[in-house]
């Protein structure tokens, strides 16, 4: 089993640029969740999903847009990037939400 | 919301002692409390979790204990190893919804 997976692992975009985030799960979790981890900041919950079909708006979710078309997939969208959102990404899965959370490998993202 | 302060943000300890880490919450509805482990350039890895119905929970060198009445929780990890070295992220889950981090600890075994 791969886990949790994320595509792609870097990327560099200028200011309003879009762009795309990609994360892939294959323990047939219901849960999924998009973090970003700012140096100081902790991990901050940015949009979270708890089947197909749904999303939920997270702790700071402005800027970011998400999709969960299929179980296995949780999309990250940057319409309009900007400095402020250069992070590192995380993407994580679970059964649900008192369960361990199983997290990718990240994406660091750098806006100029 | 809810909201999870952490402290210390660094902690330096030798060998072989024990490490505390604490954490407080602000909503007496938040129901369970994981703790992650995040080594340099890695993913966080859950370490331990308890639920709002138990007082305290031990694995091996590690233990959280949870007090309710004053919304604290605590991670002890005792005699410490050098492969303890990592940042430490304590977080609370209130009403199924994701969880709030703390802002790390970052912990230093001293040989």
Known sequence: NAGVTQTPKFRVLKTGQSMTLLCAQDMNHEYMYWYRQDPGMGLRLIHYSVGEGTTAKGEVPDGYNVSRLKKQNFLLGLESAAPSQTSVYFCASSYGPYYEQYFGPGTRLTVT | ?111
Do not use: M
Request: net charge negative; proline share 5%; glycine share 6%.
């Open chain 2, 1 to 111: 919301g809810e909201n999870v302060e952490q402290h210390p943000s660094t902690l330096s300890v030798q060998e072989g002692d024990s490490a505390v880490i604490k954490c407080t919450y602000s909503d007496s509805a938040s129901n369970y409390f994981p703790w992650y482990k995040q080594e340099l350039g890695k993913r966080p890895q859950l370490i331990i979790d308890i639920r709002s119905n138990v007082g305290e929970k031990k694995d091996q060198r590690i233990a959280v204990t949870l007090n309710k009445t004053a919304k604290h929780f605590s991670l002890h990890i005792t005699e410490t190893q050098p492969e303890d070295s990592a940042v430490y992220f304590c977080a609370a889950l209130l009403y199924a919804d994701g969880l709030t981090f703390g802002k790390g600890t970052h912990l230093i075994i001293q040989p």
